[in-house]
C-alpha cells in the first residue's frame, strides 16, 4: 500500500471518528432541549386553574401543551436522523476496518480501533433503544461519551496520535 492511500486511509478514519463525535454533541444539545420541553409541560400541567389567564382563556394550557408536544416529536425526529447519521458512520468506519489494510502501528493500535468501534456501536444502540422505546422516562440521559474522562476521547486521541506516526 502506497503512502498516499495510507494518509487517506487514516484521513478516513479520522474524519468519521470526529464526525461522530460531533453527532454525539448535536444528539446531546437534542436530548437536552427534549428534557427542557417535558419539563415546561409538566409544569403547566401543575399551574393552578385560578390564575386570571385561566379565567379569560380556558384553553391556553391545552394550547401550549400541544404546541410544546409538537416541538417534542420535532426534536426526537432531529434525535433520530442523527442517530441514523451515526449508523452510517459506523458502517462506514467498520467498512474502512475490514476492506482496507490498516497498519499495526502499535501493539495497542487494533485493539484500540476495535473497542473504539464497539464504544460507537453501543452509543448507536443506547439512542435507538431510547428512540425505540414506548414509555420513555424523563429526563432523559446521555451516553457518556464526549467528556474529556471518557473512555472514547482517551481512545480518541490515542488513536489520532498513533495515525500520526505513518
Known amino acids: 500500500m502506497n503512502n498516499k492511500t495510507k494518509d487517506g486511509i487514516n484521513q478516513n478514519l ?9 453527532k454525539n454533541k ?6 437536552s432541549v427534549i428534557n427542557n420541553f417535558h419539563e415546561q409541560i409538566v409544569c403547566i400541567k401543575k399551574s393552578p386553574n385560578i390564575m386570571f389567564t385561566c379565567d379569560k382563556y380556558p384553553e391556553w394550557k391545552d394550547n401550549i ?8 416529536t420535532e426534536n426526537f425526529d432531529d434525535l433520530r436522523e442523527n442517530n441514523n447519521e451515526c449508523l452510517f458512520l459506523i458502517k462506514s468506519f467498520v467498512e474502512i476496518i475490514e476492506n482496507k489494510n490498516i497498519p499495526t502501528i502499535s501493539t495497542s493500535f487494533l485493539d484500540d480501533i476495535t473497542e473504539i468501534g464497539c464504544i460507537m456501536n453501543e452509543c448507536y444502540l443506547y439512542y435507538n433503544n431510547l428512540l425505540n422505546n414506548i414509555s420513555i422516562e424523563y ?12 473512555t472514547f476521547r482517551k481512545l480518541y486521541e490515542r488513536i489520532s496520535s498513533d495515525l500520526k506516526l505513518l
Open 14 to 22: 479520522l474524519n468519521i471518528l470526529k464526525e461522530f463525535l460531533d
Open 26 to 31: 448535536t444528539i446531546i444539545e437534542i436530548i
Open 65 to 72: 401543551i400541544s404546541k410544546l408536544e409538537f416541538m417534542l
Open 139 to 150: 429526563p432523559l440521559n446521555t451516553f457518556p461519551i464526549i467528556e474529556e474522562t471518557s
